[in-house]
């Protein structure tokens, strides 16, 4: 067997494992090769063992979930990426079943060869990884288990979460569709039937429990459609276009970044950065903007600048210098015992 039909089984097996669109017509344009050529090579997977076979119901080629191929070899930067993240930002990242995680990057780790080792040791030795950690000292798995499960199986909810409004805790039945990771872990989904989408943090989640009832979702929950330009996670129905100007100490630092899908930036001939947004809602870039404190100027909207406003002058008033008046002894009364 020639080297290219080698590589050509090889790829053709792992697109079989991992993607669900392998009908004849689209297996024949990915690999470039005639009905019976691409029959050929289905039946050679098959005569090596490969349980591979054609769904009829879907008119593709799959094969069967129990059949199991270990990774190929990986090069020196997949071993990399995975060991950074294993020994140098586990502590920073807050993912659901970060031990099992480990675990199976250091059993990744044990099989590579002697020279991909040296290589990713050499290197981790001279790299460190500092900055505020967001992994939370208490597990989120059960939680996001949990709802996984729950998300898959359409499964409605008897949820209990604390809330910044009024009430300041919630109960009702809950419809989840998605999990977002955002600041921290977040469960999206209908309360009580309401047609709007809630953002429910999982560390604000004080109980929940399966109700034995299921909903039915009329379309697939789309998370880009609903978010659209919402700063992060809270669309509010109201589009603001945001302009804010950097000071100089910071302009190319604030630039450098894409804090936003529709973000525009200049630099200006003093330095400064101008960067402009079109943002659904202000509740939340609001906190991104008083981050920046002293540095940043709001151009516009108007609003915006009133709430930056009033949050600074809160916080000049409750951080207020009280002056404490002293004096010295010989100011005193002599009938007064220190």
């Not at 067997?1 to 792992?14: F, Q």
């Not at 992994?135 to 499960?149: A, M, T």
């Not at 805790?169 to 998605?178: A, K, N, R």
């Not at 009133?306 to 809160?314: D, F, G, L, T, Y």
Request: hydrophobic share 40%; charged share 25%; with cysteine.
């Amino acid at each position: 067997m020639g080297l290219n039909r080698v590589n050509r089984l090889l790829r053709l097996l792992i697109r079989l494992q991992s993607e669900s669109n392998n009908s004849t017509e689209e297996l024949m344009e990915a690999f470039k090769v005639s009905r019976r050529t691409l029959y050929r090579d289905l039946r050679a997977l098959q005569d090596s063992g490969v349980p591979c076979y054609f769904e009829r119901l879907k008119q593709c080629y799959k094969i069967d979930s129990s059949f199991f191929m270990p990774s190929p070899d990986l090069t020196e930067k997949e071993a990399l990426s995975l060991l950074l993240i294993a020994h140098k930002a586990r502590e920073m990242l807050e993912v659901p079943f970060s031990q099992a995680g480990l675990q199976a990057i250091l059993k990744i780790e044990n099989n590579l060869s002697p020279a991909i080792k040296e290589y990713c040791k050499q290197v981790l030795e001279n790299v460190s990884i500092l900055g505020t950690c967001t992994k939370p000292k208490e597990s989120i798995d059960k939680e996001f288990d949990f709802l996984q499960k729950a998300i898959h199986r359409k499964q409605i909810l008897k949820l209990t979460y604390s809330s910044k409004s009024e009430p300041t805790v919630i109960t009702g039945d809950f419809s989840p569709l998605h999990l977002l990771y955002t600041d921290s872990w977040r469960v999206m989904g209908k309360l009580n039937l309401d047609r709007q989408i809630q953002s429910i943090k999982l560390r604000d989640i004080k109980k929940m429990t399966r109700t034995g009832k299921c909903f039915f979702e009329e379309e697939r929950f789309d998370l880009s459609d609903y978010l659209g330009r919402a700063w992060t996670t809270m669309p509010e129905g109201t589009l603001y276009n945001v302009k804010l100007r950097f000071a100089p100490d910071i302009a190319h630092d604030v630039i450098s970044k894409q804090w936003h899908g529709t973000q525009s930036s200049t630099i200006e001939e003093d330095g400064s950065a101008l960067l402009e947004f079109r943002v659904d809602g202000l509740n939340e870039i609001i906190w991104w903007v008083v981050s920046f404190a002293d540095k940043v100027e709001v151009i516009a909207p108007q609003v915006l600048r009133r709430r930056i406003n009033e949050i600074a002058a809160n916080m000049a008033s409750r951080n207020k210098i009280v002056e404490i008046k002293t004096c010295s002894l010989s100011t005193i009364p002599k009938n007064v015992t220190l």
